[in-house]
């Protein structure tokens, strides 16, 4: 079975650049995660949603960050203008939600950032 | 905030010693999931335990959720090489907070041969 698709897997631009990471959840699952990972400051969650509707995007650092859900089967994360702090690994992850709220969570194998 | 707090952060031992990483939080979880994640990968889902007291085996290594289900800890028996990694725990909770996790920091965990 497919897991969790990210890409591209690794980027680099300049400072200021728009910068688009796209995600493939598995087919089924209902919450899709964007993540973002430093060793600063450990896995953090920006955003989530349930049934391509956005729930919580407490975690979205600032207005430069937008994330989308189209479909079922697609979602981006955009940052513009990008910034050298943005430098990080973007994980995204999805899960089956239904029944008790212990299914685990998929993750793709990331984007590494970097804003140079 | 619904912290978790991971100890220790950083592990480094011998082949065939064991060793035990802490999960706690003063917050109640209704559910406590332990992953592993390797370099350039995402993380993988190693347990989930729900039950306060509940320990689970996964060949050497031990998962416990705390009575109070507040924290949980993860021991491993004569660490290999392969176990090395970074371990992190996280929590998940009903109501508001449905359908998502809170992660600890992690432990970094390296087993040399």
């Known amino acids: 079975d497919a897991g969790v698709i990210q890409s591209p897997r690794h980027e680099v631009t300049e400072m200021g650049q728009e910068v688009t990471l796209r995600c493939k959840p598995i087919s089924g699952h209902d919450y899709l995660f964007w993540y973002r990972q430093t060793m600063m400051r450990g896995l953090e969650l920006l955003i989530y949603?349930?049934?391509?509707?956005?729930?919580?995007d407490s975690g979205m650092p600032e207005d430069r960050f937008s994330a989308k859900m189209p479909n079922a089967s697609f979602s981006t994360l955009k940052i513009q203008p990008s910034e050298p702090r943005d430098s990080a690994v973007y994980f995204c992850?999805?899960?089956?939600?239904?029944?008790?709220?212990?299914?685990?969570?998929?993750f793709g194998d990331g984007t590494r950032l970097s804003i140079l | 905030t619904q912290l978790l707090e991971q100890s220790p952060q950083f592990l480094s031992i011998q082949e065939g010693e064991n060793l035990t990483v802490y999960c706690n939080s003063s917050s109640v979880f209704s559910s406590l999931q332990w992953y592993r994640q390797e370099p350039g990968e995402g993380p993988v889902l190693l347990v989930t335990?729900?039950?306060?007291?509940e320990v689970k085996k996964l060949k050497r290594l031990t998962f416990q959720f705390g009575d109070a289900r507040k924290d949980s800890s993860l021991h491993i028996t004569a660490a290999q090489p392969g176990d090395t990694g970074l371990y992190l725990c996280a929590g998940g909770r009903g109501g508001t907070s449905y359908g998502k996790l809170t992660f600890g920091q992690g432990t970094i965990l390296t087993v040399h041969p």
């Open positions: 335990v729900v039950t306060g007291g």
């Open positions: 992850a999805s899960r089956y939600g239904q029944g008790l709220n212990n299914q685990p969570q998929h």
């Open positions: 949603f349930n049934n391509n509707v956005p729930i919580d």
